[in-house]
């Protein structure tokens, strides 16, 4: 599980297959679901959403920047995903 977990917050900007992140972790979604309750999709959104949390309150970067380093298509994307996941309200103007 840990091995999974690294994979996903080294490349949260990265598009991930779940055949990436199970290679070589034994049963990863029931291990990774057992341990934090979300699936492997919830919990990696969850760290981009944790990450571009801190990059919008802690530099100067552009929402665009932001979604960009943290993996989302475009800033639409993480303005619309932004607040159904716990990071407050929407980005949108």
């Given at each position: 599980?840990?091995?999974?977990?690294?994979?996903?917050?080294d490349r949260l900007a990265d598009p991930l297959t779940l055949t990436e992140l199970a290679a070589g972790v034994h049963h990863f979604i029931r291990v990774l679901r057992d341990a934090t309750g979300q699936t492997p999709h919830r919990f990696l959104t969850r760290l981009r959403i944790e990450r571009a949390q801190r990059l919008l309150t802690e530099t100067d970067l552009t929402?665009?920047?932001v979604a960009q380093r943290c993996g989302f298509a475009n800033p639409g994307?993480?303005?619309?995903?932004?607040p159904a996941h716990g990071g407050g309200t929407s980005l949108r103007p």
């Open positions: 599980m840990r091995a999974g977990i690294a994979v996903m917050r929402i665009g920047q994307s993480l303005s619309t995903t932004f």
